[in-house]
């Protein structure tokens, strides 16, 4: 897996979500989630 950075509340991938898997973004959208209800 590719090592994603969580900026302004944005996920900033190393490389395109297709490039990494096809089930990635639904696993980026859960921990954006996550994140922003931590804030």
Request: hydrophobic share 35%; glycine share 8%.
């Amino acid at each position: 897996m590719n090592v994603i950075y969580l900026k302004n509340d944005e996920l900033i991938l190393t490389k395109p979500v297709a490039m990494v898997s096809p089930s990635g973004p639904e696993e980026y959208v859960e921990l954006g989630e996550l994140s922003s209800g931590d804030s």
